[in-house]
């Protein structure tokens, strides 16, 4: 609490302090500092959220920087929800939180961003990734009732993937299926798709890989991946 305390004062609240509780539950509460107040709250009370310069905003945003580079990554959402909740509006900054929500299985804060902005956007993805990479276990239960509502094949190819984490292949080769009919045109649904057959040995895995290699080029991050294996497969 004390490091906390400090990066508040350093943002520019120098009368902050700490207020002892009885209990705190990391999982189920606000597990970041601005969580917890609307923005109308925030808006009529000024001494919980002031206003923060234009210079402040550069510093807290470059602060945030800092943190997630270090790996301090509930620092960097700090920074983050101090942003929000002095009115400072951006989506690349949302984006980022709801990520980093993910990474710690925060769903209750994500959601009440992502339900904020009506679902609209990419928040709903961040949240998904993050929660995917850091394996979280909660993912498949909190993501249900978005995944089959979910046209881009985004959350199916990541549900696909939170199974093959957890080998289990048969339901990630579903989902990673689905992923491809609801979007063939999307090149990560289709290399997703054609790994999961090669690793099932299925000759399918190969034409895949063609679909994919002709809709990108050799600047695409995927290219020289999946022209090798093409070529290892046509050996």
Same mark, same amino acid.
């Given at each position: 609490?004390?490091q906390s305390?400090q990066?508040?004062h350093?943002? $520019?609240?120098a009368d902050a302090?700490?207020? *002892?509780?009885?209990s705190?539950?990391?999982?189920?509460n606000?597990?970041?500092t $601005?969580?917890?107040k609307?923005k109308?709250?925030?808006?009529q009370?000024?001494? #919980?959220? /002031?206003s923060?310069?234009?210079?402040?905003? =550069?510093?807290?945003? %470059?602060?945030?920087?800092?943190?997630y580079?270090?790996g301090? &990554?509930?620092g960097a959402?700090f920074?983050f929800?101090?942003?929000?909740?002095? $009115?400072?509006?951006n989506q690349?900054i949302?984006n980022? %939180?709801?990520?980093? @929500?993910?990474? =710690?299985?925060?769903?209750p804060?994500?959601k009440e %961003?992502?339900?904020s &902005?009506?679902?609209k956007?990419k928040?709903?993805?961040?949240?998904?990734?993050g929660?995917?990479?850091?394996?979280q276990?909660s993912?498949?239960?909190?993501?249900l009732?978005y995944?089959?509502?979910?046209?881009? $094949?985004?959350l199916?190819? %990541?549900?696909? @993937?939170?199974?093959?984490?957890r080998?289990?292949?048969q339901?990630?080769l =579903?989902?990673y *299926?689905?992923?491809? &009919?609801k979007n /063939?045109?999307?090149i990560?649904?289709?290399?997703? @798709?054609a790994?999961?057959?090669? #690793?099932?040995q299925?000759? *399918?895995?190969?034409s895949?890989?063609?679909?994919a290699?002709?809709k990108?080029?050799?600047s695409?991050q995927l290219?020289?991946? #999946?022209?090798?294996?093409?070529? &290892?497969?046509?050996?």
């Amino acid at each position: 609490m004390k490091q906390s305390l400090q990066k508040i004062h350093e943002a $520019g609240y120098a009368d902050a302090f700490v207020v *002892k509780t009885n209990s705190f539950n990391m999982k189920n509460n606000k597990i970041f500092t $601005g969580a917890g107040k609307t923005k109308k709250e925030i808006t009529q009370n000024k001494n #919980i959220t /002031p206003s923060i310069s234009k210079h402040n905003k =550069s510093d807290l945003l %470059l602060k945030a920087q800092r943190a997630y580079q270090s790996g301090d &990554e509930m620092g960097a959402a700090f920074y983050f929800e101090m942003l929000l909740n002095s $009115g400072y509006e951006n989506q690349k900054i949302k984006n980022n %939180l709801c990520y980093l @929500y993910g990474k =710690s299985g925060a769903w209750p804060q994500a959601k009440e %961003l992502i339900e904020s &902005e009506r679902y609209k956007g990419k928040l709903i993805y961040a949240y998904a990734y993050g929660a995917v990479e850091s394996n979280q276990d909660s993912y498949y239960d909190d993501m249900l009732p978005y995944i089959s509502a979910d046209d881009s $094949g985004r959350l199916m190819m %990541l549900s696909g @993937y939170y199974f093959e984490k957890r080998d289990d292949m048969q339901r990630a080769l =579903s989902f990673y *299926k689905i992923a491809y &009919e609801k979007n /063939p045109n999307d090149i990560y649904n289709i290399f997703a @798709y054609a790994r999961a057959l090669d #690793i099932e040995q299925n000759e *399918k895995a190969k034409s895949l890989y063609l679909e994919a290699l002709n809709k990108i080029d050799a600047s695409h991050q995927l290219y020289a991946i #999946i022209k090798k294996r093409f070529n &290892e497969l046509g050996e």
